[in-house]
């Protein structure tokens, strides 16, 4: 509900006109976004976007702002249309493609950018002719591949950073997590700050520290590395609170593909359970 409300009362005042300087940095929009985002799950600044950006299944203001974009160019390239601004951009069009000097290219930035998000998309051939099915297919068309591109790179980055190691053995899917539209009690916010590094297990820890990742070892065992999966499932200091807290399905012969079904566990509770666990750790 609170994202649901920031879309639509704090996302139109940021994004107003964006169909006209949305070719400029933003960069300082995406950290309003994020920083709210962050404020209601209760995690540090220092929590990596991809993280919010994969529990909230939100995707970057820059989606909206270029999908706005197109949507604003559709309405000027139609020659049908005897507008003040059709008529204009059909002449700066017309400079912009003729145009052999550099220096008069870079005047065109808002022309350049039209051309960037086409191209990036896969609709080059549209850019040329200016020819399309109809306004509301290419909006939909240009920010259903936007939300892909993201996604793709979303799946990219917290596949090969090794500071993902730990999420992407939790989580299978760009979406929002079931458990956020339940209630939100204090339980339940150590179970996303679990999930997102924001804790103090070694894993973490040494990481600030420079501690090399196999030396990173659990403070109470002092047998294998100090992560997620060793506090939940294996260290022998919170035996009786995993009997009282984990269902024994999960124990039996524990392994990472258990873990992965554990931490997305959404049943009443199951993860009441494992949330109370969560925080006692």
Known sequence: MQIDLFNKLVKPILLYGCETWGFGNIDILERVQLKFLKYILGLKASTPSAMVYGETGVFPLKVDIETSVIKYWTNLVQPTIHKITTKMYFYIHYLYINSTSERITKNFSWLSNIKKILCK?????????????????????????????????????????TSFKFYKTIKNSFKMEAYLSKDFN?????????RTRNHRLPI????????????????????????????????????TQRRKYVHAKYLNKPNYAKFTKLMNSYGDVEFTKLTVSIKKI
């Open 186 to 194: 204090k339980n339940v916010k150590s179970f996303t700050r679990f």
């Open 204 to 239: 973490e820890t040494g990481r600030w520290s420079n501690i090399t990742y196999e030396n990173r070892k659990c403070n109470r065992c002092n047998i294998t590395i100090g992560d997620g999966y060793h506090y939940i499932i294996e260290c022998p200091f919170f035996e």
């Open 121 to 161: 998309c896969g609709f080059h051939g549209i850019w040329l002719s200016h020819s399309f099915a109809n306004n509301e297919w290419l909006k939909n068309a240009i920010n259903l591949k936007l939300k892909n591109i993201f996604i793709t790179e979303w799946y990219s980055e917290i596949n090969h950073a």
